[in-house]
């Protein structure tokens, strides 16, 4: 099974309505909508399926996106349990290949969050930022993957760099670390600072 290299907190998925609750055209994706997307996020990032298993997604893509100019929101199906059975298991295969430290969640989309129990054997940079709910100057650093080119940053922006080498990318993310463990002590945050041995290694893609 191969987890996760490169990832993001946050939504991975369009938002979308919970069942039972008004639709929000132009807004937010249908129940059924978003099940599609969950469906097409494991695709996207490995999952296979079944030739019968592929003709069923192109069913329900005609059905629920007929055209690239659709207004989302507006389009469910006569019958969604086989979808909805489709989009639980795609949700179990994505929630194996969480990387160490985070968890895949449905709320109104798919996110991927970081694990906050300071006892686990992997902490997460992210867990301790949100779990401190303070200003970390080294906070964005900290939590950054290196990135082709050598930058160090996040999903938008990169935050240092261009370095020469993938290792001084990682050393820029390290020290970054460093200041983060000296300013949660300065915040009187020692049991944060505490978990610095067990956060990963820097992502590197």
């Known amino acids: 099974m191969t987890v996760l290299t490169r990832w993001h907190v946050g939504p991975w998925t369009a938002r979308g309505t919970l069942p039972g609750m008004p639709l929000e055209p132009g807004r937010k994706r249908t129940p059924d909508e978003l099940n599609f997307d969950v469906v097409g996020l494991a695709r996207i990032l490995g999952r296979r399926l079944s030739g019968r298993e592929e003709l069923q997604v192109r069913l329900w893509q005609n059905e629920l996106r007929p055209t690239h100019t659709r207004q989302c929101g507006v389009r469910t199906l006569a019958d969604p349990s086989l979808l909805q059975q489709t989009a639980a298991e795609a949700l179990a295969w994505l929630a194996e290949r969480a990387p160490a430290g985070y968890e895949f969640v449905r709320t109104d989309a798919v996110e991927l969050r970081p694990l906050l129990d300071l006892t686990a054997p992997v902490v997460a ?76 290694d820097v992502p590197v893609s």
């Open 125 to 200: 940079v992210d867990a301790v930022i949100q779990l401190a709910d303070a200003p970390l100057p080294a906070a964005r650093l900290a939590a950054s993957h290196v990135r082709p080119g050598w930058y160090a940053g996040d999903a938008v922006c990169n935050w240092s760099g261009p370095h020469d080498t993938a290792a001084a990318a990682v050393s820029a993310v390290q020290a970054a670390r460093g200041d983060l463990v000296s300013q949660l002590r300065a915040l009187g945050r020692d049991d944060l600072a505490a978990t610095a041995p067990r956060w990963p």
